[in-house]
């Protein structure tokens, strides 16, 4: 894995000094909290709420410790707030957290900086806990430089194309079983319109680094650009920029969803469910609602990859994942929670008390084997996997890059860089400014991350 991380004394210590560099992907809506000090037969553990780690929350008790005997003490906490305070945390080796969920952006730059226990020991021991089951390009993204595993998927995703067969099928209307972004957009312009207030595609168009740069990002890669090239010169201003935010600003103006400068992934998903919209391209993880019992839109939606222009695939690759702090004082136990909770026993066990359709997918190929799960996910859960094993976080574009990430920059400056640039660029959705505009002014922003990696 190509890093810069030994030129950059700067950028480490500002990662320490500021959870604020690492914003959030997604936002949450429940928070709970749990006890203090780990040691002995208890692990301490801060979590993002997402749905599927509440529900791990109410089964640990009656499963894990009644197993184990291992009391685990949470703290749930929306994203914006838990990154923060497992950054403060773990930046400063206090140690009040022996696990936390981290994603494959964190973990490298955490790992680079002493802050995570490595787990090739554990893994090495746990034979039950399967390590080659979990999807190659988790591993990797998980790995440090130093060519050890730092983190344990909880849960992973990718990115795919969705869209209304129904609708497709009224208007006369054929997905290509691999689209391209040039056949996406004429496929938008002609079922726009298809129902009354029906628009051709949702686009996200919400500032932040995880939200609008997020899907733009990856048609940034196919379309044949980058942020940096592989000597760090900021590559913002460049003709493949140009054409893709073009592409973007003008599909989502044309044909994309009211509100579009306001629209991230909670809003797109309420589009598609309630016919908004024929078609959306995001975060796989969002065919488990399309899909779920109560969904309107339940059987309707069809599921082909991320388009592309220059490249083989263009799926983003996320996982929410644990990590052990490296000044944990319990790392045995809390190894003991991370195995069962990212294992395949607790996988069955939400499948059977639960239900397969909330299973914690997307990290282990078993799963996809898994009969109960291939019948509950049957509509989306091949083409996901194949977005998943198909993505590329080392070379996601057509030109060698200075840092991993497919949807980011694997660098600490990228969570204030990314959500910078993705203002000027919701702007220009917005009709506020134009793409050259936009542009223009992110590059010089690029171009102060390049004057401190450049040459180096």
Not at 89 to 101: I, K, M, S
Not at 149 to 157: A, K, M, T
Request: proline share 6%; aromatic share 10%; glycine share 10%.
């Amino acid at each position: 894995m190509r890093t810069p991380s030994r030129r950059r004394p700067r950028a480490t210590l500002a990662l320490a000094a500021a959870g604020t560099l690492l914003t959030p992907l997604l936002s949450g809506c429940w928070a709970g909290a749990g006890g203090s000090g780990s040691g002995g037969d208890a692990v301490n553990v801060l979590m993002v709420n997402n749905p599927q780690m509440v529900e791990l929350q109410k089964l640990t008790a009656a499963h894990f410790t009644k197993e184990t005997g291992i009391k685990v003490n949470f703290t749930v906490l929306p994203e914006n707030d838990v990154r923060d305070k497992i950054s403060q945390d773990f930046a400063n080796q206090a140690g009040q957290y022996d696990v936390a969920t981290l994603s494959n952006y964190e973990i490298p730059i955490y790992a680079r900086n002493g802050w995570l226990h490595e787990m090739n020991t554990y893994v090495a021991k746990d034979g039950a806990y399967d390590e080659q089951d979990i999807l190659t390009p988790m591993r990797q993204s998980l790995t440090g430089d130093d060519g050890k595993l730092y983190g344990q998927p909880f849960y992973g995703e990718s990115s795919f194309l969705m869209y209304r067969k129904d609708v497709f099928e009224a208007k006369g209307l054929t997905m290509p079983p691999h689209p391209t972004w040039t056949q996406v957009a004429d496929l938008a312009a002609r079922a726009d319109g298809a129902e009354p207030g029906m628009k051709g595609i949702c686009l996200r168009g919400l500032p932040g680094w995880g939200e609008v740069m997020a899907p733009l990002t990856t048609i940034v890669n196919t379309f044949g650009g980058t942020w940096f090239d592989r000597n760090w010169k900021a590559r913002l201003d460049s003709p493949e920029w140009q054409r893709a935010v073009n592409f973007y600003v003008d599909l989502v103006r044309d044909h994309g969803e009211s509100g579009a400068p306001q629209a991230g992934f909670a809003e797109c998903l309420n589009n598609m469910t309630q016919g908004k919209v024929a078609m959306w391209y995001d975060a796989t993880s969002a065919a488990g609602s399309l899909e779920s019992a109560n969904s309107p839109v339940k059987g309707r939606i069809g599921y082909v990859p991320a388009p592309v222009e220059k490249t083989e695939s263009s799926g983003w690759l996320y996982t929410w994942a644990w990590g052990i702090q490296q000044a944990s004082r319990n790392p045995d136990d809390a190894w003991k929670f991370v195995s069962w909770a990212s294992g395949k026993e607790y996988e069955q066990l939400v499948g059977d008390e639960i239900g397969w359709s909330n299973v914690p997918a997307g990290k282990r190929a078993s799963t996809y084997e898994n009969p109960a799960y291939r019948r509950e996910a049957a509509a989306f859960q091949e083409t996901t996997k194949e977005a998943i094993e198909g993505a590329r976080p080392d070379d996601p574009g057509v030109q060698p890059r200075p840092a991993p990430g497919i949807q980011f920059v694997g660098i600490p400056e990228f969570t204030d860089l990314g959500t910078r640039v993705s203002q000027e660029i919701s702007a220009a959705i917005a009709g506020r400014q134009s793409v050259e505009s936009a542009l223009k002014k992110s590059q010089k922003l690029a171009e102060e991350i390049s004057e401190e990696y450049e040459g180096r």
